[in-house]
C-alpha cells in the first residue's frame, strides 16, 4: 500500500481514539480541576517524547544520509523547527479561538459560536499531531510511523476525555460535547494526508518535514498545554504527569522501534 495512504489511515487511526476517550463523557458526571490537568499534561509528556525521538532525531538522521553531513543537518533541522513553530505562533495569533481556562485569544468576534471557537482550538492541537504521523509513515520507515501513531493515539484518549468534560461544563449537553471531541480528532488524517503528500513529492524535505511537525507541537506543549495546566495549584502533578507521559512515549519508542 502506498505510503501516503497508510499515513492518512495511521493517523486517522489515532484520530479517532479522541472519540474513545471523549465516550467518558457519558459516564463522568464532573472531571476535576486536577484530574483534568493530570490528563492534559500526560498528553503532553507524549507529545514531548514524541517530537524529540520520533521526529527530530529521525530527521537528523535523514539529513546527514541526504545531506552527507552533519552540520547542515543539524542547521535544517533548526529551521524546520523554528518554521513549525512560528506557522503555530501565527495561527493563534490571527485564528480566534478560546482556551479553557484563559478564555479568548486572537481577533475579537461575536460571529462565532463559542463552540467553534473551542473547535478551532483543538483543531490547532490535531492538526499538526496528525501531521507528524503522516510524515512518519512517508519516510518509508513504518516501525517510527507506528510508533507515532500509537504514541498521538494514546495521548488523544486523555485528551479527548478532557475536551468533551470542558463543552460540558461550560453548558453543552453530553451527546453535543462526544460529539464535538470526535469531530475534532478528524482533524487529524487531513493533516496526516497533508504531511504524507508533502514528505513524499518532496523527499529531500523530509528532514524539515519531521522538524516542522515538531516545532508545531513543542510549540504547542510550551505555549497552550503547560500553562493551562499550570494556572490553578496543581503544577507540580501536572509535572509529574507530564513526565509519566514522556517516559511511557520513550519506553515505546525502544520497544517498537
Known sequence: ????????????????????????????????????????????????AASIFSLILPAMAYGEIMFDSKHLSVIVVIVGIFCGAVTLYSMNQYLPHEHFLSGHEGPDTKAFARIWLFVIAITLHNFPEGMAVGVGFAGGDIKNGV??????????????????????TVGYSRMQAFLVAFLTGLVEPIGGLFGSLAASFAGLFMPLSLA??????????????????????????????????????????????
Not at 486536577?34 to 498528553?43: N, T, V
Not at 497552550?224 to 511511557?248: C, Q, Y
Open 1 to 48: 500500500m502506498n505510503v501516503i495512504w497508510i499515513g492518512f489511515l495511521g493517523s486517522l487511526a489515532a484520530g479517532l481514539l479522541t472519540g474513545v476517550g471523549a465516550l467518558g463523557v457519558f459516564f463522568i458526571k464532573d472531571l476535576s480541576n486536577k484530574l483534568e490537568d493530570g490528563l492534559l499534561s500526560f498528553a503532553a509528556g507524549i507529545m514531548l
Open 147 to 168: 510508533l507515532l501513531a500509537t504514541g498521538i493515539g494514546i495521548q488523544n484518549i486523555p485528551e479527548g476525555l478532557a475536551v468533551a468534560v470542558s463543552l460540558l
Open 212 to 257: 516542522f511537525a515538531a516545532g508545531a507541537m513543542l510549540f504547542i506543549i510550551n505555549h497552550e498545554i503547560i500553562p493551562e495546566t499550570h494556572r490553578r495549584g496543581f503544577e507540580n502533578m501536572a509535572t509529574f504527569s507530564l513526565l509519566t507521559g514522556f517516559a511511557l512515549m520513550m519506553y515505546l519508542d525502544v520497544m517498537l522501534g
